[in-house]
């Protein structure tokens, strides 16, 4: 079992509605997560931190761990056709970059 | 701002070339890393650094060299180039301390290797 996995998609939805992104882990220790956001031909941009447990939301964004299932999601409200891109979830279990792993990213296209 | 800038954006190699990537942040940021991006591989560290003078490997070193001389530059070289190596390259950078993990990204090289 991958440490991280992520449904490559691609997903589609039209355009307002409310958008559903997920990564299960396998390491128990990850406490810290992250959703990068990677248009096409760009380099991956920070979108949410989360520490541990709980949500946090961010305008249309929420990010939501649940340690317990190893599971978190990151939730986009009345999506945009700028919300297209790849988003890519990455968590670690040190506050240290060489430790993040990263998600192969889902691939979400917001149809007008 | 102009944050963290790759140079070149795309290059062609024939296999056995040597070539080196150019990075260079403006953020005073002590650390500095490189990734590839292969197609259902997601993003894997080759090397990183935590200051000038300090390299280390990441997952993915085999094939390639780093040097960190400034705190603004961490060239990527490739020593003999090989069509594996094709890939979209990523230079990163952040900060030591602080919160958030912010691992801000260039926008990429493309790399083929012929």
């Known amino acids: 079992q991958k440490e991280v996995e992520q449904d490559p998609g691609p997903l589609s939805v039209p355009e307002g509605a409310i958008v559903s992104l997920n990564c299960t882990y396998s390491?128990?220790?990850?406490?810290?997560f992250m959703w990068y956001r990677q248009y096409s031909r760009k380099g991956p941009e920070l979108l949410m931190y989360t520490y541990s447990s709980g949500n946090k939301e961010d305008g249309r964004f929420t990010a939501q761990v649940d340690k317990s299932s190893k599971y978190i999601s990151l939730f986009i409200r009345d999506s945009q056709p700028s919300d297209s891109a790849t988003y890519l979830c990455?968590?670690?279990?040190?506050?240290?970059?060489?430790?993040?792993?990263f998600g192969k990213g889902t691939r979400l296209h917001i149809l007008p | 701002n102009a944050g963290v800038t790759q140079t070149p954006k795309f290059q062609v190699l024939k296999t056995g070339q040597s070539m080196t990537l150019q990075c260079a942040q403006d953020m005073n940021h002590e650390y500095m890393s490189w990734y590839r991006q292969d197609p259902g591989m997601g993003l894997r560290l080759i090397h990183y650094s935590v200051g000038a003078g300090i390299t280390d490997q990441g997952e993915v070193p085999n094939g390639y060299n780093v040097s960190r001389s400034t705190t603004e530059d961490f060239p990527l070289r490739l020593l003999s180039a090989a069509p594996s190596q094709t890939s979209v390259y990523f230079c990163a950078s952040s900060r030591l301390q602080g919160r958030g993990n912010t691992i801000y990204f260039g926008e990429g090289s493309w790399l083929t290797v012929v």
């Open positions: 390491n128990s220790a990850f406490q810290y």
């Open positions: 990455a968590m670690s279990a040190e506050y240290r970059d060489d430790k993040i792993i």
